[in-house]
Every structure is written in structure tokens, then in C-alpha cells.
């Protein structure tokens, strides 16, 4: 399959510019916070959107098994309740999300403990009541 083809020689790049522009913005805001905190400030948490790629907390999509779940879909015949059904089912890994996990990364670097909250985007989008749930630093 050619679309696999491509996606598996373009994956390692995506990931790799991908990982190098949340590495920067997650050291920017790890600087904010410790100016907040040299001014006087407590950070108290930091919030994360369990079910998203880049900010999940608890639960994020395993980006390899989504490239792979997308090369694999027939655009033609796929609704959005069945796609994102499948992509959730697969996909959805017990894990930090990309930007999450070096935010995570350079607190610790740093010396920095802070707390992080998670909203879970599935229930959202299954209608369900949701509650924020604490991951302690």
C-alpha cells in the first residue's frame, strides 16, 4: 500500500519536528512558572485533556498506532462517531501525552513539583459527566 509507504517514511520526521516544537514551548512555560513562583506565586496545578496526542495526562493516542490507524481508513466510508470509536479503541494508550511529558520532564529538571489535572475528552464526547482527576508531581 502506497499511503502506508509514505506515512512510515514521513512519521519519524513528523515526530521528530513534532517532540522539537512542544520541547520548546514546554521550556518557555516551565520559564513563566518559575518566574511565578521567584515573584511570590504558587502554581498549583497544571490542567491536561486526557485523550489528546499532545496534552493527555493519564491517557493520550499513541501517535505510531494512529499513523497506522490512519493509513489504514477508507476516507470515503468513515463517519465521525466510527472514527473516532476506532481511533480511541486502538489507539488511546495509558501515557502522557507529547507536550505533557516534556512539560513533566523539565519541571522535574528543574527542581519543580507540581501537580497535574486531567479532563477526559472521551467521556466528554461520550456524554458522560466527567470529573478532573489529580496525578500528584
Do not use: W
Not at 23 to 34: F, L, P
Amino acid at each position: 500500500n502506497g499511503k502506508l509507504r509514505l506515512l512510515k517514511l514521513v512519521f519519524p520526521l513528523f515526530m521528530a519536528y513534532t517532540r522539537f516544537i512542544f520541547r520548546r514551548t514546554a521550556r518557555s512555560v516551565v520559564k513563566e512558572i518559575i518566574d511565578y513562583e521567584n515573584a511570590g506565586y504558587e502554581v498549583t496545578g497544571i490542567l491536561g485533556i486526557d485523550g489528546s496526542p499532545t496534552c493527555g495526562v493519564l491517557k493520550a493516542i499513541n501517535m505510531k498506532r494512529a499513523f497506522d490507524f490512519y493509513a489504514s481508513c477508507s476516507l470515503e466510508s468513515l463517519n465521525r462517531a466510527e472514527f473516532n470509536e476506532k481511533l480511541y479503541g486502538l489507539c488511546l494508550g495509558d501515557m502522557s501525552g507529547i507536550y505533557i511529558s516534556e512539560l513533566k520532564r523539565l519541571l522535574k529538571k528543574n527542581g519543580r513539583e507540581i501537580n497535574f489535572y486531567s479532563h477526559s475528552l472521551i467521556d466528554e464526547m461520550n456524554g458522560k459527566k466527567t470529573k478532573m482527576q489529580e496525578e500528584k508531581a
